[in-house]
């Protein structure tokens, strides 16, 4: 797990404004993930990521994007179309062992 | 896609009492089913995983039971610590890097 780092651990957001999620791991990890988690309820997947220079839409993809420009990393962007974006957003990853190791999290706030 | 259902919402049993979590899937390809316990305000750590071509596993006081014919997994806790308060999750995926889908989660709570 502490290979897995995102930053920052707060993070506040005004009305129509867009703001990054990083996402870092020294894992050596090919795929990576991000989950949004409200409170009370389960993890939702936003997007993954099997390979550099390539991603895939998760279930709640509106209103997100991501890059994968590197193998270590794969930031998010909560942009001005999300409307709803306050929640916890958690960053994973894994090996082809399906097993998956989450980063420590991002709480957003939109204020 | 596939669909992970999970009950309880919420559990309360007494220390050293059992807890039994039980989760069902609906895509009969899906063959790893991994359990994450998440205590408040941090990530959700893996605990115990089970793969379709085994019936069950055990490790110390936590188990997981799997019954492909009726796609359902379930999660033993004997012996329950106040410690083990927290959030659970199931998940199933095809395996491979196929996504992850979890469960709505299992709230834990053991009453020294």
């Known amino acids: 797990d502490g290979g897995i780092t995102q930053s920052p651990k707060y993070l506040f957001r005004k009305e129509g404004q867009n703001v990054t999620l990083s996402c870092e791991q020294n894992?050596?990890?090919?795929?990576m993930y991000w989950y949004r988690q409200d409170p009370g309820q389960g993890l939702r997947l936003i997007y993954y990521?099997?390979?550099?220079?390539?991603?895939q839409k998760g279930d709640i993809a509106e209103g997100y994007s991501v890059s994968r420009e590197k193998k270590e990393s794969f930031p998010l962007t909560v942009t001005s179309a999300q409307k709803n974006p306050t929640a916890f957003y958690l960053c994973?990853?894994?090996?082809?062992?399906?097993?998956?190791?989450f980063g420590p999290g991002t709480r957003l706030t939109v204020l | 896609g596939e669909n992970v259902e999970q009950h309880p919402s919420t559990l309360s049993v007494q220390e050293g009492d059992s807890a039994v979590i039980k989760c069902t899937y609906s895509?009969?390809?899906?063959?790893?089913f991994p359990w994450y316990k998440q205590e408040l305000g941090k990530r959700p750590q893996l605990i115990i995983d089970i793969r379709s071509n085994v019936g069950e596993k055990k490790d110390q006081r936590i188990a997981v039971t799997l019954n492909k014919t009726a796609k359902h997994f379930s999660l033993h806790i004997t012996e329950t610590q106040p410690e083990d308060s927290a959030v659970y999750f199931c998940?199933?995926?095809?395996?491979?890097?196929?996504?992850?889908?979890f469960g709505t989660g299992t709230k834990l709570q053991v009453i020294p």
């Open positions: 990521s099997q390979i550099v220079n390539d991603f």
């Open positions: 998940a199933a995926s095809k395996g491979g890097y196929q996504k992850v889908t």
């Open positions: 895509d009969s390809a899906s063959n790893y």
């Open positions: 894992l050596n990890h090919d795929a």
């Open positions: 994973a990853s894994s090996i082809k062992t399906d097993t998956q190791y």
